[in-house]
Structure formats: C-alpha cells, structure tokens
C-alpha cells in the first residue's frame, strides 16, 4: 500500500508545475492527503493538506496564495498545482495519507503513512 508522487521537473523561476500522487492497492478517497517537501540539508515541511471529502484544505505559509490543492477520487488521485515557483521551492515532494488534516496537521509528519518514494522538483533562477 503505497502513493505515488509524480509530475516534478526542471522549471524556471515564475513557472508551474501539477503534480499528481496516485494510490495503489487502496482507495485513496477515504483518506486526507498532505503534500509534504524536503530541501537538501532542511528538515521535511508540509506544504497543503485536504480532508478526504475535499471540504478543508490547508496551505503552509509559503504554499499559500502560490499552490492548491485538489483531488479526484474517482480518478484516486490528489493534485498540487505549483504557480509562481521559486528557487527555494526546490525540494523532493512526497505524498502520504492520514484520516484527516485539522489544524496543526503540518506538526504530526509521524500520523501519515504510505509514503512515497516522492518526485523532485527543481526551480533555476
């Protein structure tokens, strides 16, 4: 049971990318899904969370305003689509589940589970 992130790439600064986490072996649906990242020599840091039903989503600081969060569980997959991409948004962006988000969610990397192997992505300035 596993997720797996896809979508990263090389991008230039002020680009997009939509990556994409798709769900073998379960159904991805009755999950809530966190976006998390992590920078070469920098701790791991959530960056968008929604609630299984789609009725909540959570943004970190430097995600919010730039990135968004959605899913298609029909399809068993949950997207972040990344504007404005910047140098310091560069990082390997894994997916993993959780029963929900909730406040704080960004505080509890240990609750999620079904860690992916993650998809790199590289912004050049």
């Known amino acids: 049971v596993q997720l797996q992130a896809s979508g990263g790439g090389l991008v230039q600064t002020g680009g997009s990318l939509r990556l994409s986490c798709a769900a073998s072996?379960?159904?991805?649906?009755?999950?809530?899904i966190g976006w998390w990242r992590q920078a070469p020599g920098k701790e791991r840091e959530g960056v968008a969370c929604?609630?299984?039903?789609?009725?909540?989503?959570y943004y970190s600081e430097s995600a919010e305003g730039r990135f968004t969060i959605s899913r298609d569980n029909a399809a068993n997959t949950v997207y972040l689509e990344m504007n404005s991409l910047a140098p310091e948004d560069t990082a390997l962006y894994y997916c993993a589940a959780e029963d929900f988000c909730g406040y704080g969610w960004a505080f509890r990397p240990a609750d999620f589970h079904s860690w992916g192997q993650g998809t790199l992505v590289t912004v050049s300035s």
């Open positions: 072996g379960f159904r991805l649906g009755v999950y809530a």
């Open positions: 929604i609630d299984a039903d789609s009725t909540r989503t």
